[in-house]
């Protein structure tokens, strides 16, 4: 399917559990289908299927989660190492590494294994202003409990809240793009500035590998947020915090070597023993669906972004589930069929929001009935991060390639001289010969990468 800009008319879903097939961008002459083995729908206006019925996302998740997912004995020796890394790049600082921590739970869970596998970190929350008072008390109780150090980075809200109705008069899809955007510069620039080249994620492929691009755009987008902002905000930033592209993708990784590190990805990660075993031992408390730790993104993934564009996230976490083998299709079906808000609650987040924004209930209600528009339709660097991403996951694949290449060679080399000391000189010099050519391999890869980067 192809975006079709001319349905950009508020969906005005349902919100009760009855099934949403109608959504913004998607063409109104086409047919409404769900894939066959994950639980996505032509409600992703970018969705394509196979002649089985099967989607996209369940094909991206064969061919390029899979081999880069390790919840195996594989995954245990590469955790290892990188935690040796981690652990040696430490000696002598009073930290190794550095978490961001919403207080949700793959954050929270993170945090503890962490100090479990023995590192020293320390801890950045960014409040954005929406944070839940059940996030705080997460995020508290278990630095507290672990014993590690805390520093809570507070976003100006008169700027945060003048970025945040700026994105709400636009009628664009992703209205997470402030706080996600504050959330990753201001952590970033904190890792940089206290120099701590280690950023440990909680991100990971067991619980979040599908998200349909056309539903969210890329948060880390400087030129998209600051245009809007200046089309719609009525206020001069100057503290808010924001990445540059170059920042992002240069100078903190390549000159600052910046590494961020997503260990989940190497144990066998399942979001409903991480919850048991934070509810248990470390007095986290939930606080009802998936990055509903702050009330904006409740407000919106609930409420804002099915109700107006008709993209139900539930659709995109449930799904990841199902491919990641964490839930049948069918349990992810049963519980979709949930309703989005129950009771008071959204009249309740309805006024809170409108209050903590500054506008009339009225006003916000206007707001959501006005016709959707789409990110394209704004300012923006797609093509050069698309081109930028395509090119330093390339020399990335390239660099461990000829890492790989390089190995086999070099222990065989090591072999061989290992013998030939005991064999005398032409051993010797067999051995220095064949890890000779391991060196040139490895050097080769990195400066072919090193070209591929233009550098
Ligand atoms: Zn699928």
Same mark, same amino acid.
């Given at each position: ?411 065989? =080399? %090591? #072999? @061989? /001289?290992?013998?030939?000391? *005991?064999?005398?000189? &032409? !051993? $010797? +010099?067999? =051995? %220095? #010969? @064949? /890890?000779?050519?391991?060196? *040139?391999?490895?050097? &080769? !890869? $990195? +400066?072919?990468?090193? #070209?591929? /980067?233009?550098?």
């Amino acid at each position: 399917m192809t975006i079709d800009l001319t349905n950009a008319l508020p969906a005005c879903a349902p919100l009760d559990g009855s099934p949403i097939t109608e959504a913004a961008f998607v063409s109104k002459d086409s047919l409404y289908q769900v894939c066959t083995r994950c639980i996505m729908d032509t409600t992703d206006p970018l969705i394509e299927f196979d002649e089985d019925g099967v989607c996209n996302h369940c094909k991206y998740f064969e061919n390029n989660i899979t081999p880069a997912w390790f919840p195996n004995e594989e995954g245990a020796r590469k955790l290892a190492a990188m935690l040796a890394e981690v652990k040696a790049y430490g000696k002598g600082k009073e930290y190794d590494c550095i978490i961001g921590m919403s207080g949700g739970i793959d954050s929270s869970y993170i945090a503890v294994k962490v100090v479990e596998w023995g590192l020293r970190p320390l801890v950045v929350h960014v409040d954005a202003g929406w944070n839940s008072e059940l996030a705080v008390q997460n995020i508290e109780e278990i630095t507290r409990r672990l014993g590690i150090d805390l520093v809570t980075h507070v976003v100006d809200w008169e700027e945060m809240k003048d970025v945040q109705l700026a994105f709400m008069r636009s009628n664009v899809a992703n209205q997470d793009v402030p706080q996600d955007h504050a959330f990753f510069a201001a952590l970033y620039s904190y890792a940089i500035k206290s120099d701590i080249k280690y950023v440990i994620s909680g991100s990971n492929f067991a619980t979040e590998s599908i998200l349909p691009q056309a539903w969210g755009y890329n948060a880390m987008d400087i030129k998209h947020l600051e245009s809007i902002h200046k089309e719609f905000g009525t206020r001069k930033l100057k503290s808010f915090p924001r990445v540059g592209f170059w920042d992002f993708y240069f100078r903190f990784p390549m000159v600052k070597g910046m590494k961020v590190l997503a260990p989940l990805n190497f144990i066998e990660y399942d979001k409903e023993e991480a919850m048991r075993i934070l509810e248990r031992d470390w007095g986290w408390r939930y606080y009802g669906g998936k990055h509903y730790e702050s009330r904006w993104t409740r407000f919106f993934q609930g409420y804002y972004l099915p109700y107006k564009f008709g993209y139900d996230k539930r659709k995109a976490h449930l799904a990841s589930l199902v491919v990641a083998g964490q839930m049948t299709r069918e349990q992810a079906l049963k519980e979709l069929e949930k309703p989005l808000y129950t009771g008071n609650m959204l009249a309740e987040d309805k006024a809170f929001v409108s209050k903590k924004l500054g506008i009339s209930e009225e006003e916000l209600e206007k707001l959501i009935h006005e016709p959707c528009r789409h990110y394209s339709e704004f300012p923006h660097n797609e093509g050069q991060f698309e081109l930028w991403h395509g090119r330093y996951q390339k020399a990335l694949a390239l660099r461990s390639k000829a890492k790989q290449i390089s190995g086999l060679p070099k222990v065989m =080399g %090591n #072999k @061989v /001289l290992a013998t030939g000391r *005991r064999g005398g000189a &032409y !051993g $010797k +010099a067999l =051995g %220095n #010969k @064949v /890890l000779r050519q391991a060196v *040139r391999m490895r050097n &080769y !890869g $990195k +400066a072919a990468a090193r #070209k591929m /980067l233009g550098r």
